[in-house]
């Protein structure tokens, strides 16, 4: 079930993006992700499943995206313990690729650039090419090398 939920909200994410411009204030769809995303976190916390770092990077991208940058930072937190917890690569990039995007929003955009250029080496390593490329645009943007865009969602 949890999956399911998370699915559902995976499908609220995308209607938002296409509705509008992620970096504008959130609307109805953004709303629904995050219901959705809380679903499956309840559900598969009810059901000890353990670190669902999908789904707490959702929330964290969501409550980012409505300015809500310290519960952003809790979601992160219990997604960052969990991707620790796993020692998956790919997981541990997800997680500092979403740190680097809230800090950006918090006004720490050298912190930020320092976040992703360690999301970069490790993306350089699970070795997904567009992750990779995506990455080093957004490294760019926040070195100033280009003026900022859309923010990186890897997931």
């Known amino acids: ?3 399911q939920y998370n699915n559902l909200a ?7 993006e296409e ?15 995050v219901r959705w ?3 499956a976190r309840d559900f598969a916390h009810l059901m000890d499943f353990g670190g669902s770092i999908d789904i707490e ?7 980012r995206l409505q300015g809500r940058l310290q519960e ?7 997604a960052a313990n969990s991707a620790r ?6 997981d541990r990039a997800i997680v500092a690729v979403e740190r680097a995007e809230i800090e950006e929003a918090a006004g720490q955009r050298g912190r930020a650039a320092h976040t992703m250029r360690e999301a970069l080496g490790l993306l350089r390593e699970v070795g997904v090419e567009e992750w990779t490329r995506q990455a080093q645009r957004r490294l760019d ?3 100033g090398r280009v003026p900022l865009s859309k923010p990186v969602k890897l997931w």
Do not use: C, I, T, W
């Open 37 to 39: 995303s809380l679903r």
């Open 72 to 78: 952003a930072q809790e979601e992160l937190r219990r």
């Open 1 to 3: 079930m949890h999956a």
């Open 57 to 63: 990077v959702n929330l964290a991208h969501a409550y």
């Open 85 to 90: 917890a796993s020692k998956n690569l790919s």
């Open 19 to 33: 509705a509008q411009d992620p970096r504008e204030p959130p609307g109805a769809q953004l709303e629904e992700a």
């Open 141 to 143: 943007e926040l070195e």
């Open 10 to 16: 995976a499908v609220h994410f995308r209607l938002h």
